[in-house]
Nanobody
Framework: QLQLVESGGGLVQPGGSLRLSCAAS????????IGWFRQAPGKEREGVSC????????YYADSVKGRFTISRDNAKNTVYLQMNSLKPEDTAHYYC?????????????????WGQGTQVTVSS
């Protein structure tokens, strides 16, 4: 069974930064597109960012564009989400997901493999 494990969440003040990690076990991430999603209390899960397996092309939701950066380190079998200039509205449970896709996507139905998530809380 393919496994994804997120880490790096925590409590941070507005304007601060966090780097989330999505580590894969029992499979190699090289051939998988990775998406980052988040779900705030009382809200639907939304796509934040994704990165393709082929050319490393990326996508960002408008709400995080210019503040978040997704990257992958295939040698470490890990994908990262660097989050800067965090806002209280970024508070959510963050999930990574993987699947073999052409390009990348932030549509949840495209992904079969999900991690358990990590909590990010932005508050003063």
């Amino acid at each position: 069974q393919l496994q994804l494990v997120e880490s790096g969440g925590g409590l941070v003040q507005p304007g601060g930064s966090l780097r989330l990690s999505c580590a894969a076990s029992r499979f190699t991430l090289d051939y998988y597109a990775i998406g980052w999603f988040r779900q705030a209390p009382g809200k639907e899960r939304e796509g934040v960012s994704c990165i393709s397996s082929s050319d490393g092309s990326t996508y960002y939701a408008d709400s995080v564009k210019g503040r978040f950066t997704i990257s992958r380190d295939n040698a470490k079998n890990t994908v990262y989400l660097q989050m800067n200039s965090l806002k209280p509205e970024d508070t959510a449970h963050y999930y990574c997901a993987a699947d073999r896709l052409y390009g990348c996507s932030v549509a949840q139905y495209e992904y079969d493999y999900w991690g358990q998530g990590t909590q990010v809380t932005v508050s003063s």
